[in-house]
């Protein structure tokens, strides 16, 4: 269902949209509490030990109990306003310029629009696409997400402003550079791995026993996930770590601070005061986040599909007895 089907042509370039959306804004209410413990532990100088008194996040279960008590449960739905913009808009952008890709390429080229290394280019460059139309939410997103007590920003509408006026305009695409240059392998091999794995499963389980496709496309989706996520995880690390550039005052409770000139001085700053195991930091969660996240967006946009897919039929056999 993932891609352009020329024998199923059942979905629409719309209807792929709003199943996406649907999909991310579902997939978001989920995972939030794992994206901000994973924003958190990106962004701590500190080693994440309990053998560095001054590290204040350890691990993940010392890091849900550490938020719960100084913060409370809705502070693992921080920035859950624009992260649901986020997640929806990025949705919507992503499967439908999916689906228009593999359409094209499938009617301009001579390669099939099922084949894995079709997937992995039109993932890629979807994902791209998605990225440029809302990273603006996304840098705000993780603010929210990184800022303690007291709150530096105390609504999105003042955020926005407050960014604006300080800031400028391009505060909004900070991180662009190593989220682009992320995004397309991580997106693709999402993707990629995805339509391979399906394409497996396909062939391993006998005909009686594919009943269970919910959750087929659950598991392919969170070992897709896992997969991407390890390879690419040093990108999304820096991104984090540029977009709370200019932020450094309100991050001053969590530990230490650094700011970066840009992406290869803050290459060059972790791996000199951190070593290379800074590169991956909140791998951890982001990996638990990436399978459940990555399972749940193929399992929701799949299951949204097959919805509209027999809407569409029943209502075709509708017209067709009146």
């Avoid at 359409?103 to 099922?114: C, F, G, I, M, Q």
């Avoid at 996304?138 to 006026?165: C, I, N, W």
């Avoid at 982001?286 to 749940?296: D, F, N, P, R, Y």
Wanted: proline share 4%; charged share 15%; hydrophobic share 40%.
């Amino acid at each position: 269902m993932v891609g352009y089907d020329p024998e199923a042509k059942c979905v629409s370039t719309a209807e792929a949209a709003a199943a996406g959306s649907a999909s991310g804004l579902v997939t978001r209410v989920l995972i939030s509490p794992l994206d901000v413990i994973k924003i958190r532990f990106q962004l701590q100088i500190e080693q994440l030990s309990s053998r560095n008194p001054a590290a204040k996040y350890h691990g993940i279960l010392q890091a849900v109990q550490r938020i719960f008590q100084e913060e409370g449960l809705v502070a693992f739905w921080k920035g859950h306003v624009p992260a649901q913009f986020l997640s929806v808009g990025y949705g919507a952008v992503q499967f439908m310029a999916f689906e228009s890709l593999t359409k094209l390429v499938h009617n301009v080229t001579s390669y099939n629009a099922r084949d894995s290394f079709v997937h992995f280019v039109c993932g890629g460059l979807a994902a791209c696409t998605a990225t440029v139309a809302v990273q603006p939410v996304d840098t705000l997103r993780t603010r929210f997400a990184a800022q303690g007590e007291p709150k530096v920003y105390h609504s999105l509408r003042h955020a926005v402003v407050t960014m604006y006026q300080t800031e400028g305009p391009r505060t909004f695409y900070r991180g662009l550079t190593p989220t682009i240059v992320a995004i397309f392998p991580y997106a693709g091999l999402q993707f990629f791995f995805y339509n391979i794995l399906q394409q497996f499963s396909e062939s391993m389980i006998p005909a009686e026993g594919k009943k269970g496709g919910n959750v087929k496309n659950l598991v392919c989706g969170s070992c897709s996930g896992i997969i991407s996520k390890t390879l690419t995880y040093p990108f999304d690390l820096f991104k984090k770590r540029l977009q709370v550039g200019g932020f450094e005052h309100a991050r001053a409770a969590f530990g230490q601070v650094r700011m970066y000139r840009g992406l290869l001085d803050c290459i060059r700053q972790i791996m000199r005061e951190e070593g290379p195991g800074g590169f991956f930091k909140g791998l951890s969660p982001s990996l638990l986040k990436a399978a459940v996240s990555t399972g749940l967006v193929f399992f929701w946009y799949e299951l949204f599909c097959s919805l509209l897919c027999a809407l569409k039929s029943t209502d075709s056999a509708t017209r067709k007895e009146g």
